[in-house]
């Protein structure tokens, strides 16, 4: 079973406002992975990191995301505006020194 | 670009009876590593199975799969399908050390 921690579980945000979840990556696992999964149950890569440093990410959407992996403190996902189209299910996942993909419970944000 | 390919969008079918789900996948890597992800309702996705190696079959939970490369398909299978196994079944090509390529999932329906 998964030992990534992801808080909150919930996240409720009027428009416009910022919404910050926070994720714990496994013990021994020195890359992260952000997903955003949506209504349609469609995956989106947003963001990895290797040990604090971005792998690889997407053009952050209007630049509205950020997100970073502090050394000793929870990798963090931020919304600075928070728009509808952006509740959804976002899943951290950490991975091992190898190739497979952990993923945490998620934190569901809904954008009222 | 990488892409999979998961064919069948709903599966129903009755406690006991065998079920397969289809994954084909288009990767210009030649070594591609391949896994199956199972999400319950209000759940994350949890790693089932996953594979590089090719022609071998990889078990775990009732559930197995093999890596053909010559036919680039990693297909699902159970001999008997439980109630428990009504879930989304997301079939994922790990993309040259970055992001999974999820398809597009398909939903299994099992009734007694």
């Known amino acids: 079973n998964s030992k990534v921690i992801q808080t909150p579980r919930y996240l409720v945000k009027g428009q416009g406002q910022k919404a910050k979840m926070r994720c714990i990556p496994e013990k021994g696992h020195p890359v992260v992975f952000w997903y955003q999964q949506n209504k349609n149950n469609e995956f989106k890569f947003l963001i990895n990191?290797?040990?604090?440093?971005?792998?690889?990410q997407i053009d952050m959407t209007e630049k509205r995301f950020s997100a970073e992996c502090p050394s000793n403190s929870p990798c963090s996902l931020e919304i600075q505006s928070s728009e509808a189209g952006d509740s959804a299910l976002y899943l951290c996942a950490s991975s091992p020194p190898g190739y497979e993909q952990y993923f945490g419970p998620g934190t569901r944000l809904t954008v009222l | 670009g990488d892409s999979v390919t998961q064919t069948e969008g709903l599966v129903t079918l009755t406690e006991g009876l065998p079920v397969m789900l289809n994954c084909t996948y288009q990767?210009?890597?030649?070594?591609?590593?391949l896994f199956w992800y199972v999400q319950h309702l209000n759940e994350s996705p949890r790693l089932l199975l996953k594979?590089?190696?090719?022609?071998k079959r990889t078990e775990h939970q009732g559930f197995h799969a093999t890596l053909h490369k010559s036919s680039s398909s990693f297909h699902l299978q159970k001999s008997s399908a439980q109630l428990s196994d009504s879930a989304l079944y997301y079939c994922?090509?790990?993309?040259?050390?970055?992001?999974?390529?999820f398809g597009t999932g398909t939903t299994v329906s099992v009734s007694p």
């Open positions: 990191f290797q040990n604090q440093e971005v792998l690889q």
């Open positions: 594979s590089f190696t090719d022609n």
């Open positions: 990767t210009i890597y030649s070594n591609p590593f």
């Open positions: 994922a090509l790990y993309q040259g050390g970055r992001a999974l390529i």
